[in-house]
């Protein structure tokens, strides 16, 4: 039940992209297409932003996008905006009904 | 609409024990695993239980086995964690959410402070 692997912080002006990396092993990301991905601002509760590692849920903006390979997965961010700066935190399933976190990665919009 | 709304923390002596609640509205209760996670002042999320839809699995991060039981009461749409035996490093927000593999629908939190 380690976390998994997060940058601690990444940063972007606005209009550009950027990609957060979430390294695992082959008993979590490596192993399930079901990593997911979580916006959270300051004192407010996570929110769900990437599921099954590309799926978008319903209101959340084409601009996110989620990707993987081996074990890691990656969220990548396009078009850049103020209200994007946030924590994010990836998600993966390990097997047996357990789930591990990410440490989470500031997102800073220059 | 969905609602997770989470209640009973506090502040709690180390050894000491708290019972959190979480009232689910706006969609099926019983058909749904539910999950706790919580995160320590400024830290990182980390999830510490889940339900089966009829209570019959229940699974704990290591850290909390035998200190912490989950359980839900599905005619009453409620799902609850017994904390015992509290340590300072259990000083966290609580958060209900809705699902196990990606919990799509999380309650505002309850904090909860281990200290003497």
């Known amino acids: 039940q380690s976390a998994l692997t997060q940058p601690a912080s990444v940063s972007g002006s606005p209009g550009q992209s950027i990609t957060i990396s979430c390294t695992g092993t082959s008993s979590d990301v490596g192993s399930y297409n079901l990593v997911s991905w979580y916006q959270q601002h300051p004192g407010k509760a996570p929110k769900l932003m990437i599921y099954?590692?590309?799926k978008r849920p319903s209101g959340v903006s084409n601009r996110f996008s989620g990707s993987k390979s081996g074990n890691t997965a990656s969220l990548t961010i396009s078009g850049l905006q103020a209200e994007d700066e946030a924590d994010y935190y990836c998600c993966s399933y390990a097997g047996s009904s357990i789930v591990v976190f990410g440490g989470g990665t500031k997102l800073t919009v220059l | 609409e969905v609602q997770l709304v989470e209640s009973g923390g506090g502040l709690v002596q180390p050894g000491g024990s708290l019972r959190l609640s979480c009232a689910a509205s706006g969609f099926t209760f019983s058909s749904y695993w539910m999950s706790w996670v919580r995160q320590a002042p400024g830290k990182g999320l980390e999830w510490v239980a889940n339900?089966?839809?009829?209570?019959?699995?229940?699974y704990y991060v290591d850290s909390v086995k035998g200190r912490f039981t989950i359980s839900r009461d599905n005619a009453k749409n409620s799902l609850y964690l017994q904390m015992n035996s509290l340590r300072a490093e259990d000083t966290a927000v609580y958060y209900c959410a809705r699902g196990v593999v990606h919990p799509d629908y999380w309650g505002q939190g309850t904090l909860v402070t281990v200290s003497s």
């Open positions: 339900i089966k839809q009829d209570g019959s699995e229940k």
């Open positions: 099954e590692v590309s």
